[in-house]
T-cell receptor, first 111, second 113 residues
Framework: SQQGEEDPQALSIQEGENATMNCSYK?????LQWYRQNSGRGLVHLIL?????REKHSGRLRVTLDTSKKSSSLLITASRAADTASYFC???????????FGKGTMLLVSP | EAQVTQNPRYLITVTGKKLTVTCSQN?????MSWYRQDPGLGLRQIYY???????DKGDVPEGYKVSRKEKRNFPLILESPSPNQTSLYFC????????????FGPGTRLTVL
């Protein structure tokens, strides 16, 4: 069953602004992953944060994880038009070998 | 180039006509998986395999079959397709026998009439 839920469903910003997307999940996780999907294409892995980590950075990406609130956020700083895509969080539950994806956030970055 | 390939990329078929979507990866990955993506529902896992000859059901396995006879290949079989299987299908793989840092194929858009 789906457990990752992203918020907002859609986000529209201007180039140079920061974009923040949130994800909530319901059960205990081993890790939480973020993926990007350009329209109708395959997903691309962005970053993985483990349950014992609170924050992780990769280039212009910053991910936080709050296991007490069962939530994560993805921050993209200084957004570019090329960041326009859908972003999905995916959780791997503790003790399981499956990945559960949320429904995604559509990000539109206007020049 | 490290990649996951899927064939065909587009397929229109009729109800009941058996079909196979192939998936191959050249990264020696142990874990492979099939997902379907539908508007408003996100990605849902159909089947996965943690290694050769090891397969298991995901969230929506009904109407699908898989096999993992070789490490690089993980075909998805629809024995008797129905219109509710019209969807965008993705194959994915990852290095260890767990779904961390998955590499996705380009997708197969299937229409069942």
């Amino acid at each position: 069953s789906q457990q990752g839920e992203e918020d907002p469903q859609a986000l529209s910003i201007q180039e140079g602004e920061n974009a923040t997307m949130n994800c909530s999940y319901k059960t205990s996780i081993n890790n939480l992953q973020w993926y990007r999907q350009n329209s109708g294409r395959g997903l691309v892995h962005l970053i993985l944060i483990r349950s014992n980590e609170r924050e992780k950075h990769s280039g212009r990406l910053r991910v936080t994880l709050d296991t007490s609130k069962k939530s994560s956020s993805l921050l993209i700083t200084a957004s570019r038009a090329a960041d326009t895509a859908s972003y999905f969080c995916a959780s791997r539950n503790s003790g399981y070998s499956t990945l559960t994806f949320g429904k995604g956030t559509m990000l539109l970055v206007s020049p | 180039e490290a990649q996951v390939t899927q064939n065909p990329r587009y397929l229109i078929t009729v109800t009941g006509k058996k079909l196979t979507v192939t998936c191959s990866q050249n990264m020696n990955h142990e874990y492979m998986s099939w997902y379907r993506q539908d508007p408003g529902l996100g990605l849902r896992q159909i089947y996965y395999s943690m290694n050769v000859e090891v397969t298991d059901k995901g969230d929506v396995p009904e109407g699908y079959k898989v096999s993992r006879k070789e490490k690089r290949n993980f075909p998805l079989i629809l024995e008797s397709p129905s219109p509710n299987q019209t969807s965008l299908y993705f194959c994915a793989s990852s290095f260890e026998g767990i779904p961390d840092t998955q590499y996705f194929g380009p997708g197969t858009r299937l229409t069942v009439l």
